[in-house]
């Protein structure tokens, strides 16, 4: 029996050991690359990654485990292949309702009984969902995972869904959408995803889901979800830390083990084909006397298959991917409009949305407005060989950083799982980079990053911007209001 002092210790012995794994010596508490300076120059770090050992449980689950000695933690993820884009029509945000349900109850013990439990062994216990998968991750020291593992199969196989915790988390979830009207940065992520998609498609909502949803959605239908996805011929589990095979092993089986196949889950629904914008089209959203106006630069972007990774990378990179990218010097740097300036794609298992963005004094817009264009019609010329050479390192030198803790191995590792990606990805990581080619940066820019081919989202001030975006014609401007974007 654990007295109090041997508890304090433990739980003092966590922080410390969690703070350790969570800060390698000389880095900074990051997954990835660090994209907020220029890396350092030199050749890129080897990447000398532990092996991963599969194996399969008794009833089929699959289990790959990666030893890392140099920390006494464990980071174990399930994965179940149910994410948002598994959300019956009309019940957007079953998916991430489902998962935030999981640890709110599970087994014999209600939400606090559970909580109290997870943190008397001095491990975290988290679960989510995102578009293509839903994850039960445990953070645990090694010697109490013997310990945490019931808990965390509890969560996964036995949550309660207790009706007293679903009415509050819905109260939560109908608080956040209700702030995302009044955050401009969000209401101009939501708008720019629904004028993309549209209402039906998946992609055009949030993952939490709308008012509506949330407001419809009961233990039965969460119940239901679960019993159709959360199996183990529909998950995948991960094991990374200071374990052996030999050792984990029988502990998986005990408590995942007899986890019952009831039979296939739902098959997956195809993500409806998208085509991108004809035309450049402005669309406004007012955010009477704000400060500065949230820009959204985007079109439909690729699915995480696409053969052009590397050279999306590469060229993302250099157009807005790091601090040292042609958007952030020029909005940020030379300009002084903004505080930073970046572009991303959401590369999923169909194709997300790739988008430019800033926040902008709003007495800025429309001059932003024309930089964007500007750097956008500028990726299609061929890039100096030194800009080139440099975005390559940059993504190099970065990729390695993305291995170092158990954490960040485990989520690698959960790409892999997720995309059906080769194992011998990671390995090719840097050489597939460095063969990327000015002429695959323009083909990139000319394919993806046409901004005759892009919707553009601005929430601000319309009293101040919306004359001036008018008379510049960079395309029809149409004022949407919030509630258009977010039922």
Same mark, same amino acid.
């Given at each position: 029996?654990?007295?109090?002092?041997?508890?304090?210790?433990?739980?003092?012995?966590?922080?410390?050991?969690?703070?350790?794994?969570?800060?390698?010596?000389?880095?900074?508490?990051?997954?990835?690359?660090? @994209?907020?300076?220029? $890396?350092?120059?030199?050749?890129?770090?080897?990447?000398?990654?532990?092996?991963?050992?599969?194996? @399969?449980?008794?009833?089929?689950?699959?289990?790959?485990?990666?030893?890392?000695?140099?920390?006494?933690v464990v980071h174990v993820m399930m994965i179940v292949r149910a994410g948002a884009a598994?959300?019956?029509?009309?019940?957007? /945000?079953?998916? %991430?309702?489902?998962?935030?349900?999981?640890?709110? /109850?599970?087994?014999?013990?209600?939400?606090?009984?559970?909580?109290?439990?997870?943190?008397?062994?001095?491990?975290?216990?988290?679960? *989510?969902?995102?578009?293509?998968?839903?994850?039960?991750?445990?953070?645990?020291?090694?010697?109490?995972?013997?310990?945490?593992?019931?808990?965390?199969?509890?969560?996964?196989?036995? $949550?309660?869904?207790?009706?007293?915790?679903?009415?509050?988390?819905?109260?939560? @979830?109908?608080?956040?959408?209700?702030?995302?009207?009044?955050?401009?940065?969000?209401?101009?992520?939501?708008?720019?995803?629904?004028?993309?998609?549209?209402?039906?498609?998946?992609? *055009?909502?949030?993952?939490?889901?709308?008012?509506?949803?949330?407001?419809?959605?009961?233990?039965?239908?969460?119940?239901?979800?679960?019993?159709?996805?959360?199996?183990?011929?529909?998950?995948?589990?991960?094991?990374? /830390?200071?374990?052996? *095979?030999?050792?984990?092993?029988?502990?998986?089986?005990?408590?995942?083990?007899?986890?019952?196949?009831?039979?296939? $889950?739902?098959?997956?629904?195809?993500?409806?084909?998208?085509?991108?914008?004809? %035309?450049?089209?402005?669309?406004?959203?007012?955010?009477?006397?704000?400060?500065?106006?949230?820009?959204?630069?985007?079109?439909?972007?690729?699915?995480?298959?696409?053969?052009?990774?590397?050279?999306?990378?590469?060229?993302?990179?250099?157009?807005?991917?790091?601090?040292?990218?042609?958007?952030?010097?020029?909005?940020?740097?030379?300009?002084?409009?903004?505080? !930073?300036? !970046?572009?991303?794609?959401?590369? #999923?298992?169909?194709? *997300?949305?790739?988008v430019a963005q800033s926040a902008v004094q709003s007495d800025k817009t429309l001059e932003a407005l024309l930089e964007f264009v500007?750097?956008?019609?500028?990726?299609?010329?061929?890039?100096?060989?030194?800009?080139?050479? #440099?975005?390559?390192?940059?993504?190099?030198?970065?990729?390695?950083?993305?291995?170092?803790?158990?954490?960040?191995?485990?989520?690698?590792?959960?790409?892999?799982?997720?995309?059906?990606?080769?194992?011998?990805?990671?390995?090719?990581?840097?050489? #597939?980079?460095?063969?990327?080619?000015?002429?695959?940066?323009?083909?990139?820019?000319?394919?993806?990053?046409?901004?005759?081919?892009?919707?553009?989202?601005?929430?601000?001030?319309?009293? %101040?911007?919306?004359?001036?975006?008018?008379?510049? /014609?960079?395309?029809?401007?149409?004022?949407?209001?919030?509630?258009?974007?977010?039922?």
């Amino acid at each position: 029996m654990l007295t109090l002092p041997r508890v304090i210790a433990r739980m003092v012995l966590a922080g410390l050991v969690f703070l350790a794994a969570a800060i390698p010596a000389g880095l900074g508490a990051q997954d990835g690359p660090d @994209r907020s300076r220029p $890396p350092a120059t030199g050749p890129a770090p080897s990447l000398d990654l532990p092996p991963v050992a599969k194996h @399969r449980l008794s009833n089929g689950l699959p289990v790959w485990i990666v030893g890392m000695h140099e920390v006494p933690v464990v980071h174990v993820m399930m994965i179940v292949r149910a994410g948002a884009a598994m959300d019956p029509e009309g019940r957007f /945000g079953t998916a %991430s309702f489902t998962a935030a349900m999981l640890d709110e /109850g599970a087994g014999t013990r209600d939400a606090l009984e559970l909580a109290d439990a997870i943190e008397m062994l001095g491990a975290t216990l988290t679960t *989510g969902s995102a578009y293509d998968v839903s994850t039960v991750e445990l953070h645990a020291l090694a010697e109490t995972l013997e310990d945490a593992l019931p808990l965390m199969a509890d969560v996964v196989r036995r $949550p309660t869904f207790a009706a007293e915790e679903l009415e509050r988390l819905r109260a939560e @979830r109908l608080t956040t959408l209700l702030q995302m009207r009044d955050n401009p940065a969000q209401l101009a992520t939501a708008a720019f995803n629904r004028l993309l998609y549209g209402a039906s498609h998946r992609y *055009g909502t949030s993952i939490i889901g709308t008012e509506a949803a949330n407001r419809a959605l009961t233990v039965e239908d969460l119940r239901a979800f679960h019993a159709a996805y959360y199996r183990p011929s529909n998950a995948h589990l991960l094991v990374v /830390g200071d374990v052996t *095979g030999d050792a984990v092993l029988p502990l998986l089986e005990r408590a995942f083990g007899d986890w019952a196949e009831t039979g296939r $889950p739902p098959a997956a629904p195809a993500p409806p084909t998208m085509d991108r914008p004809a %035309s450049r089209a402005i669309y406004l959203i007012d955010k009477p006397g704000a400060p500065q106006s949230q820009i959204r630069f985007g079109t439909i972007g690729v699915a995480r298959s696409t053969d052009d990774y590397h050279a999306i990378e590469v060229a993302n990179t250099m157009l807005g991917g790091s601090f040292s990218s042609r958007l952030n010097m020029n909005l940020r740097e030379r300009n002084g409009y903004s505080y !930073g300036a !970046g572009s991303s794609f959401a590369m #999923r298992l169909g194709a *997300g949305p790739f988008v430019a963005q800033s926040a902008v004094q709003s007495d800025k817009t429309l001059e932003a407005l024309l930089e964007f264009v500007n750097e956008l019609a500028g990726m299609a010329a061929q890039p100096p060989d030194d800009e080139l050479t #440099r975005v390559r390192n940059f993504e190099a030198l970065g990729f390695p950083r993305g291995f170092e803790t158990t954490t960040a191995m485990a989520n690698r590792l959960a790409e892999l799982v997720t995309y059906d990606l080769p194992e011998s990805f990671f390995e090719e990581y840097v050489s #597939r980079v460095q063969a990327v080619t000015a002429a695959d940066v323009q083909r990139i820019a000319e394919q993806y990053m046409d901004p005759d081919r892009m919707i553009v989202v601005v929430v601000g001030d319309l009293a %101040s911007i919306e004359g001036p975006v008018r008379q510049a /014609g960079l395309g029809p401007v149409t004022i949407v209001t919030a509630d258009e974007v977010l039922q």
